[in-house]
C-alpha cells in the first residue's frame, strides 16, 4: 500500500524556524513535492526533491532521503503570512504520473 | 506561465441535481489531468486521472457512476457530479501535468461545491 504521514499542526512563532517532516512508505516512488496552501486556494508549489539532499530556496529549504522514506520542509525567518497547510506530495511512477497528497500540516505562526 | 482555468468558483445546488466543473488548460496542452477533493481541514485526496480520448481512472473508493470525468480534447477536462447529495459538499480542485518532460503540475482554482 501506500502511505504518506505528516504531522496534523504545528505552532510557532514569527521569526522562528519550524521543520515539517514528512514520512512515506510507497512503491514506485518518484520524486516528492512540498505544497503550500492557504484555505479555499489552490496549493502553490514550493519545491520538489527527486536526489536525496536539501535543496535550498530562499527562506525554505527541503531535505529527502529515499532509503529512509523521509522528507522535511524548513521554514526560516517565519512571517505572520507563513500560516498556511504545507503539503508533501509524492509522484508515482506509473505512466500518468499522478500526484498523491499527504494528509497535510497546518502551520500557524503567531507573533 | 501554465494556467489552468477551473469554473465556476463556486456552486450551490439542490440536492438531486447534477452539476458540472470544467477544468481548462490555456497555454498548454494537458493530455493528463487530476482531480481532486478536499473536504475542510483535510488535504487533497486524488479521485481520479482524466486522460484525454480514453476513459479516466478511479482511486479506490471513487463511485465512477456518481462522478463523470470526460476528457474530450488536450486543453479540456470535466467533473460532473451526479445526483448530488449534501455530503458531496466540498472543494474539488484539477491538477494538470506539464507535457514538456518538466516535473510541473498546474493547479486550477478550485470550485466550492455546496449541496443543499
Known amino acids: 500500500g501506500q502511505n504518506i504521514d505528516q504531522p496534523t499542526e504545528m505552532t510557532a512563532t514569527e521569526g522562528a524556524i519550524v521543520q515539517i517532516n514528512c514520512t512515506y512508505q510507497?512503491?514506485?516512488?518518484?520524486?516528492l513535492f512540498w505544497y503550500q496552501q492557504h484555505a479555499g486556494e489552490a496549493p502553490t508549489f514550493l519545491s520538489y526533491n527527486v536526489l536525496d539532499g536539501l535543496e535550498e530556496k530562499g527562506r525554505f529549504s527541503s531535505f529527502l532521503s529515499r532509503s529512509k522514506g523521509y522528507s522535511y520542509l524548513l521554514l526560516k525567518e517565519l512571517q505572520m503570512k507563513d500560516s498556511a497547510s504545507y503539503l508533501c506530495?509524492?509522484?508515482?511512477?506509473?505512466?500518468?504520473?499522478?500526484?498523491?497528497f499527504g494528509t497535510g500540516t497546518r502551520l500557524l505562526v503567531s507573533p | 506561465g501554465a494556467v489552468v482555468s477551473q469554473h465556476p468558483s463556486w456552486v450551490i445546488c439542490k440536492s438531486g441535481t447534477s452539476v458540472k466543473i470544467e477544468c481548462r488548460s490555456l497555454?498548454?496542452?494537458?493530455?493528463?489531468m487530476f482531480w481532486y477533493r478536499q473536504f475542510p481541514k483535510q488535504s487533497l485526496m486524488l479521485m481520479a486521472t482524466s486522460n484525454e480520448g480514453s476513459k479516466a481512472t478511479y482511486e479506490q473508493g471513487v463511485e465512477k457512476d456518481k462522478f463523470l470525468i470526460n476528457h474530450a480534447s488536450l486543453t479540456l477536462s470535466t467533473l460532473t457530479v451526479t445526483s448530488a447529495h449534501p455530503e458531496d459538499s466540498s472543494f474539488y480542485i484539477c491538477s494538470a501535468r506539464m507535457d514538456d518532460g518538466s516535473y510541473g503540475y498546474t493547479f486550477g482554482s478550485g470550485t466550492r461545491l455546496t449541496v443543499v
Open positions: 497555454d498548454f496542452q494537458a493530455t493528463t
Open positions: 510507497t512503491s514506485g516512488f518518484n520524486g
Open positions: 506530495a509524492w509522484t508515482v511512477n506509473t505512466g500518468f504520473q499522478k500526484l498523491v
